[in-house]
């Protein structure tokens, strides 16, 4: 059984920084590439950022260009998401998610997914 188990979320207040982590356990997923989405309240879940397999590549959405970086482990079974200059539009529960073929920016595309963690930035 595929787990995905995201940490590091919390409390901020505007203009602070989080770390975000998943942690893959189970079948092997370090060969394929992981995303990271989020849901805020009343909202759909959005793309947030993606990374390939090999880490050598990535994707952002326009609204945290700049500000996120995601990056994978030296291991590969971790991913993370750093996030910067966080604002309050950003509060929303934050979801990682893997899939099977290339790197994508579509939910639809991510077959195995995370319970999400919740990240609140209080102005």
């Known amino acids: 059984q595929v787990q995905l188990v995201e940490s590091g979320g919390g409390l901020v207040q505007a203009g602070g920084s989080l770390r975000l982590s998943c942690a893959v356990s189970?079948?092997?997923?370090?060969?394929?590439?992981m995303g990271w989405f989020r849901q805020a309240p009343g909202k759909g879940r959005e793309f947030v950022a993606a990374i390939t397999w090999r880490g050598g590549g990535t994707s952002y959405a326009d609204f945290v260009k700049g500000r996120f970086t995601i990056s994978r482990g030296a291991a590969q079974n971790t991913v993370y998401l750093q996030m910067n200059s966080l604002k309050p539009e950003d509060t929303a529960v934050y979801f990682c998610?893997?899939?099977?073929?290339?790197?994508?920016?579509?939910?639809?595309?991510?077959?195995?997914w995370g319970q999400g963690t919740q990240v609140t930035v209080s102005s």
């Open positions: 189970g079948r092997a997923l370090s060969a394929y590439p």
């Open positions: 998610a893997a899939r099977l073929g290339g790197m994508s920016n579509s939910e639809a595309a991510y077959k195995y």
